[in-house]
DNA sequence: TTAAAACCTTGGAGCAACTACAGGGTCAAG
DNA sequence: CTTGACCCTGTAGTTGCTCCAAGGTTTTAA
């Protein structure tokens, strides 16, 4: 199959497609005489598991790490377990980020519940004189 | 001051000041003889207007908008206020967001509670033979 | 048969919000 | 007078794509 097809098959782009050969995510294909990608059944298996782990907001480099264990035949599946364990801490510490955030968000709409003049709006009060806080180092790759 | 005092008053590095700079979101300061940046009190309180809102996860171009407001003395607030009803309801989307994720996570943790060969995880067997999903597009800033 | 439509190719730029250099200039202390 | 701490500009890298441009090929329909 040409990469249009393959693309539809696993419900992403040429575009994306490519873009993974070249991440080195999925392997380059043959080629036809004119020079056109060629794709067999084992590339839509692996482009959908790509593109499962992508739905679940996996990076590129944690789907490196699971198709490197699951090529990796006769051994065992415990650092496919581990690595979805931890990902799960991952959205998990990013539930409670945002959480947090909400918390702020909120505290600061209240102060101000009326729309007034703009010199006097206590939310721009509190932006401008708040104090910094430093921000915080990501844990994770999700935004 | 210097670059790097209103850095400091800020809680940022002096790259990030710079950045803002080329942006537009903090206006270009005056420079000595031997072309330092020369800060001012009104540029601390910019900049720190800018960190308090990007420790609340606005972009940038939320802030800018921010900012328009507030210079623009006499008008009134609604505008901002709408903005930060806006900007919590993204944090919302966001959260219930990584909360079905995270159902999806432990479903797929739960196909392997033992560690299993490779071959037979069903971790990887259902990444592998799920169809995919085709993915939302983003409604948000935040990852 | 031929012309248009629908594919495919490579290469490069753009997004967001920085971060991290390289390769220089300036300034205060010792 | 030199060392170290600053400052300057400009450029490239990060992540996971997306969107061109400028061409070549194949399929379809008139």
């Not at 040409?2 to 994306?16: S, W």
């Not at 959908?48 to 992508?54: G, L």
């Not at 510490?93 to 909120?106: A, K, M, S, Y």
């Given at each position: 199959?040409?990469?249009?097809?393959?693309?539809?098959?696993?419900?992403?782009?040429?575009?994306?497609?490519?873009?993974?050969?070249?991440?080195?995510?999925?392997?380059?294909?043959?080629?036809?005489?004119?020079?056109?990608?060629?794709?067999?059944?084992?590339?839509?298996?692996?482009?959908?598991?790509?593109?499962?782990?992508?739905?679940?907001?996996?990076a590129h480099e944690e789907i490196?790490?699971?198709?490197?264990?699951?090529?990796?035949?006769?051994?065992?599946?415990?650092?496919?377990?581990?690595?979805?364990?931890?990902?799960?801490?991952?959205?998990?510490?990013?539930?409670?980020?945002?959480?947090?955030?909400?918390?702020?968000?909120?505290a600061l709409r209240a102060r101000?519940?009326?729309?007034?003049?703009?010199?006097?709006?206590?939310?721009?009060?509190?932006?401008?004189?708040?104090?910094?806080?430093?921000?915080?180092?990501?844990?994770?790759?999700?935004?």
């Open positions: 199959m040409k990469i249009g097809e393959l693309a539809r098959a696993a419900q992403c782009t040429v575009d994306t497609v490519r873009y993974y050969e070249r991440e080195g995510l999925l392997p380059a294909p043959s080629r036809t005489d004119s020079n056109y990608r060629q794709y067999g059944p084992a590339h839509v298996e692996r482009l959908r598991f790509i593109r499962n782990c992508r739905a679940l907001d996996m490196r790490a699971l198709l490197q264990y699951s090529d990796q035949a006769g051994s065992d599946c415990s650092g496919v377990n581990a690595l979805v364990d931890e990902h799960i801490a991952h959205v998990d510490v990013r539930i409670r980020e945002l959480e947090q955030l909400r918390g702020d968000l909120i101000c519940a009326h729309d007034s003049d703009v010199g006097s709006c206590g939310i721009l009060q509190e932006l401008s004189h708040r104090e910094t806080d430093g921000r915080p180092p990501k844990h994770t790759h999700l935004g």
